[in-house]
Each structure stands twice: as structure tokens, then as C-alpha cells.
């Protein structure tokens, strides 16, 4: 595989379940990121790590838990949702090296419905 | 603070006619310029991007923009569209370097292409 990957691609969830959103990049890049997409707003940046140390955390709400345990893998974690959290989850890596200015590569998404 | 602007969140154009996205942003700082493209169920991609130098720049698939800076604008341009040029085109903006730079998107702007 090559770019960034997302599993699943749909995922249907109750406001009691748990899930977890997967994300892998084959790239090769250090920094890591989950956006937020719905309709008719801004894509919205929820975490960003870089070499596995979270550097940005957006206001998130705390249902939502990342986790990075290597540069190349990135989960966000999933419990009690609100049917408002229904959305386009999207991945992105880039290099991530200090002095550079980094290009975001994204991955499919996974498309989140929370009933 | 950052913030984009794409004030047109439709744009209807027949096949082979030129077409122009428009983009205008507010940074403090130095900026750096991205247009990416996301086509239906997928992730973004990304078109071009102004880092220094050339203020115009050319990307994939035909397009290019030109980086204004007194005007604070990067509009999207392509003198002939295809139909398969129908998606939907966000710009962004960082003001950073270095490992994890956030992007700050516009809401987006959908090309439809109609024959």
C-alpha cells in the first residue's frame, strides 16, 4: 500500500459503543494529524503529533482519544459520540521537520454516523 | 490569527470554459499557500501550493494560481475545464514551519463542470 491509509471506511455507532478509527502512512513522515469534516464548514484540525508527542489538541472533546504509538500509525478513539459527531474523519502526515514547511498528505477518511 | 475565505461555495461552468476559484486569506505573518482538491468519497489531494519565489504557481491537472500579495488573494485558475475537474477545492494557509504546522481551510468551494 502506499500513501495514507484509513480503516474502516464507513463505521455506523451507537452513542453507547466503542470504536476505534485506524490510520497508517506509508510515507515515511514524522507528523501525523486528524481532521474533522462536515458539511458546509471548515475542515477542522482535532490533534496533530509529531514523532508520536501530541503538539496540538483543538479543544477536543475528551470522547475523542488519540493515540500514536509509532510515526507511521494513528488511532482515534471513540466513546459515548453524539449523533453531532457524525462527520468525515480524515488522516493526514507530512514530514514534519523543523525549518521545512510541510505538505499534508490525506488519507480516504472513514465516514462516521453516530445514531 | 489565520483565517480563508473562498466566497463562492458553488461554481456552474460548461465544459472547456476557463474558470477561476477564488481564494482570499488574513495572516500576521508570512504565509504559505495550498489549494488541494477532494473529488466525492475521497480524501484530499493536494493541487499546488506557493511557498516563496514565483508568484505564479502550477500544479496538477492544468491548474494554477497566482499568489497576491497586496490584494491578500490566491485564486484558483484552469482555461479549460474537463468534466472530470467536478469536485470540490478547498485553499488553506499556515503561517509555519517545523514539524506539525497546522493548516486553516476555507469552507470550500464546488466546481461543477456541466456539458
Known amino acids: 500500500e502506499t500513501g495514507v491509509t484509513q480503516t474502516p471506511r464507513h463505521l455506523v455507532m451507537g452513542m453507547t459503543n466503542k470504536k476505534s478509527l485506524k490510520c497508517e502512512q506509508h510515507l515515511g513522515h514524522n507528523a501525523m494529524y486528524w481532521y474533522k469534516q462536515s458539511a458546509k464548514k471548515p475542515l477542522e484540525l482535532m490533534f496533530v503529533y509529531n514523532f508520536k508527542e501530541q503538539t496540538e489538541n483543538n479543544s477536543v472533546p475528551s470522547r475523542f482519544s488519540p493515540e500514536c504509538p509509532n510515526s507511521s500509525h494513528l488511532f482515534l478513539h471513540l466513546h459515548t459520540l453524539q449523533p453531532e459527531d457524525s462527520a468525515l474523519y480524515l488522516c493526514?502526515?507530512?514530514?514534519?521537520?523543523?525549518?521545512?514547511?510541510?505538505?499534508?498528505?490525506f488519507g480516504p477518511g472513514t465516514r462516521l454516523t453516530v445514531l | 490569527a489565520q483565517s480563508v475565505t473562498q466566497l463562492d461555495s458553488q461554481v456552474p461552468v460548461f465544459e472547456e470554459a476557463p474558470v477561476e476559484l477564488r481564494c482570499n486569506y488574513s495572516s500576521s505573518v508570512s504565509v504559505y499557500l495550498f489549494w488541494y482538491v477532494q473529488y466525492p468519497n475521497q480524501g484530499l489531494q493536494l493541487l499546488l501550493k506557493y511557498l516563496s519565489g514565483s508568484t505564479l504557481v502550477k500544479g496538477i491537472n492544468g491548474f494554477e494560481a497566482e499568489f497576491n500579495k497586496s490584494q491578500t488573494s490566491f485564486h484558483l485558475r484552469k482555461p479549460s475545464v474537463h468534466i472530470s475537474d467536478t469536485a470540490e477545492y478547498f485553499c488553506a494557509v499556515s503561517d509555519q514551519t517545523g514539524g506539525g504546522n497546522k493548516l486553516t481551510f476555507g469552507t470550500g468551494t464546488q466546481l461543477k463542470v456541466e456539458l
Open positions: 493526514a502526515s507530512s514530514q514534519g521537520l523543523a525549518g521545512h514547511v510541510d505538505t499534508q498528505y
